[in-house]
């Protein structure tokens, strides 16, 4: 019986970056410019309401996978509280959700400065920490922190 809860526990504790349903499925063509990553290329991007899976690719060969949802998880690096995600690979100044709400074309800051565009939103957010423009439409996704020299561009690459 002790086994047993061992078992559970240890199970719920590395549960983070387990295998999940995903209800979409989507191919993009995504850059990522930040210190830490440096990517441009095919990605696959699969979610559900709580947990996104993002696979990159290079020349057709898969060289990372990321598990989103409460944890961060980076293919053969481990496994990141969103905060410490954001200070190691982004930068400490964002919210915990901003990458899920990003890859996901979701607001940012809690909407925070919105306009609404015909075809999607844009925000202009500046701080002493941040100078970010994100704008979403139906078939791309732009992010740009020019403080924190950090690019992300999302295609949608199905029509």
């Known amino acids: 019986m002790k086994l047993f809860f061992i078992y559970i526990l240890f199970f719920s504790i590395f549960s983070g970056c387990s295998l999940k349903n995903y209800n979409h499925t989507s191919t993009k063509l995504l850059t990522l410019k930040t210190q830490k990553l440096k990517f441009s290329d095919i990605a696959y991007l699969r979610h559900s309401e709580d947990a996104i899976e993002l696979d990159l690719f290079v020349a057709g060969k898969m060289v990372s996978r990321f598990h989103?949802?409460?944890?961060i998880c980076v293919e053969n690096e481990g496994c990141l509280r969103k905060a410490s995600f954001n200070e190691e690979?982004?930068?400490?100044?964002?919210?915990?959700d901003i990458?899920?709400?990003?890859?996901?074309?979701?607001?940012?800051?809690?909407g925070k400065n919105k306009q609404k565009l015909d075809d999607g939103f844009v925000q202009l957010i500046n701080t002493q920490d941040v100078a970010i423009k994100y704008k979403v439409t139906p078939k791309s996704i732009y992010f740009k922190d020019k403080k924190n020299h950090i690019l992300i561009k999302i295609k949608d690459l199905q029509q």
Do not use: M, W
């Open 89 to 96: 690979y982004l930068t400490r100044y964002y919210p915990d």
């Open 99 to 110: 990458l899920q709400n990003i890859l996901l074309g979701r607001e940012i800051y809690q």
């Open 68 to 71: 989103i949802n409460h944890l």
